[in-house]
């Protein structure tokens, strides 16, 4: 189980800069907001959704619409579900404690590194977990440090900062590249991605590609069913 | 400071702790609920490849025609080299000297 966390740890490493980086600006404008740094602190380890986060404090403005802040983060969070549902395989077998406990640290980044292992058969849930500690210790720090001295660097984009998690996750789905049955889904992901950014508000375009492109990798298992 | 706006505070960030951790389980739970063969596996197997595709074409698109070539130089250099930090530095560096340039 250590071995494996550190693993995980490790392979998150490249990510972790950017999260910190990103993590210092988002303490800056929570400290301008008013929001504490223990506050700041307790959103770090509660919620743990750096999207969700910038929203939330955003909209950070007394007297708080708590109901309207809980309707922001269901949504922008609503590919947990998805992301939650693609991690079975690497559940399979363990207890329902264990699951309770392993699934909180779970970021789009550890995620993401977890599922392109688990398609080299080199995944665990401590691989997953090692991966979330790597990606939070980062996240408090930078927020931590954004939130008391201002802004590490205070503009992530001309370093390319904001590209690097697009970086990222574009060389982890090539890894996840399965053939040429992934051909038809993953164009059809990336049209349903980019159209729904277009046409639908806040993060919809996650769901709308991510279950459209599946969604034709299914149609394609009826076809070659019917072939045989 | 009065006590209520702490509470407050302390509640807002609750409720989305708790709407954020349902979601992460919830799907997990679900997921094991459903068939694990059959289309809907094939529709599960699929998942992780179109959700880490839709997180990424959208920013790509949006950065332009250096942006589509970072990410192109980036996929060739995972298809190469299977080095996913190397990867992210060629794509980070492709967009940083474009911008800075």
Same mark, same amino acid.
Request: charged share 10%; proline share 4%.
């Given at each position: 189980?250590?071995?494996? *966390?550190?693993?995980?740890?490790i392979?998150?490493?490249?990510?972790?800069?950017?999260?910190?980086?990103y993590?210092?600006?988002?303490?800056?404008?929570?400290?301008q907001k008013?929001?504490?740094?223990?506050?700041l602190?307790?959103m770090?380890l509660?919620i743990?959704?750096?999207?969700?986060?910038?929203?939330?404090v955003?909209?950070?403005?007394p007297?708080?619409?708590i109901?309207?802040?809980?309707?922001?983060?269901?949504?922008?969070n609503?590919?947990?579900l998805?992301?939650?549902?693609?991690?079975?395989?690497?559940?399979h077998?363990t207890?329902?404690?264990?699951? *309770?406990a392993?699934?909180?640290?779970v970021?789009?980044?550890?995620?993401?590194?977890t599922?392109?292992?688990?398609?080299?058969?080199?995944?665990?849930?401590?691989?997953? *977990?090692g991966?979330?500690v790597?990606?939070?210790?980062?996240w408090?720090?930078?927020?931590?440090?954004?939130?008391? *001295?201002g802004?590490?660097?205070?503009?992530?984009?001309a370093y390319a900062?904001?590209?690097?998690?697009?970086?990222?996750?574009?060389?982890?789905?090539?890894?996840?590249w399965?053939g040429k049955?992934?051909?038809?889904?993953?164009l059809?992901?990336?049209?349903f991605?980019?159209?729904?950014?277009?046409?639908?508000?806040?993060?919809?375009?996650?769901?709308?590609?991510?279950?459209g492109?599946?969604?034709?990798s299914?149609?394609?298992?009826?076809e070659?069913?019917n072939e045989? | 400071?009065?006590?209520?706006?702490?509470?407050?505070?302390? =509640? &807002?960030?609750?409720?989305?702790?708790?709407?954020?951790?349902g979601?992460?389980? $919830?799907?997990? =739970?679900?997921?094991?609920r459903l068939?694990?063969?059959?289309?809907?596996? &094939?529709?599960?197997?699929?998942?992780p490849?179109?959700?880490? =595709?839709? @997180?990424v074409?959208?920013?790509?698109v949006?950065?332009?025609?250096?942006g589509c070539?970072?990410? @192109?130089?980036?996929a060739?250099?995972t298809?190469?080299?299977?080095? %996913?930090?190397l990867?992210?530095v060629?794509g980070? $560096? %492709?967009?940083? %000297?474009?911008?800075?340039l």
């Open positions: 189980m250590f071995r494996e *966390f550190r693993i995980g740890f392979a998150n490493l490249p990510l972790a800069a950017s999260v910190g980086a993590g210092s600006v988002l303490g800056v404008l929570a400290s008013g929001i504490g740094w223990g506050e602190l307790l770090n509660s743990f959704a750096g999207s969700a986060q910038f929203v939330m955003e909209m950070w403005m007297p708080l619409p109901v309207e802040i809980t309707l922001a983060v269901l949504v922008i609503f590919r947990y998805l992301i939650g549902a693609s991690l079975r395989p690497v559940f077998g207890s329902l404690g264990h699951k *309770f392993m699934m909180h640290l970021a789009d980044e550890n995620w993401a590194v599922m392109a292992a688990h398609h080299r058969g080199e995944a665990s849930t401590g691989f997953l *977990f991966g979330g790597c990606i939070l210790s980062a408090c720090s930078g927020t931590m440090l954004g939130h008391g *001295f802004a590490v660097i205070r503009d992530p984009e900062l904001d590209f690097a998690f697009i970086a990222v996750f574009t060389a982890l789905a090539v890894s996840l399965r049955k992934d051909i038809a889904p993953w059809a992901a990336i049209v991605a980019v159209a729904g950014e277009k046409l639908l508000p806040g993060k919809w375009y996650i769901l709308v590609g991510g279950i492109g599946a969604l034709v299914a149609c394609q298992h009826k070659e069913n045989s | 400071m009065n006590p209520d706006f702490n509470m407050t505070v302390f =509640l &807002t960030i609750a409720m989305a702790a708790m709407v954020t951790y979601l992460r389980v $919830g799907g997990l =739970l679900l997921a094991e068939p694990s063969s059959g289309r809907f596996r &094939t529709f599960m197997d699929a998942l490849g179109t959700i880490l =595709l839709s @997180l074409a959208p920013g790509i949006s950065a332009g025609t250096w070539a970072a990410a @192109l130089c980036t060739l250099c298809y190469l080299t299977r080095n %996913v930090f990867s992210m060629v980070m $560096g %492709v967009v940083a %000297v474009q911008r800075n």
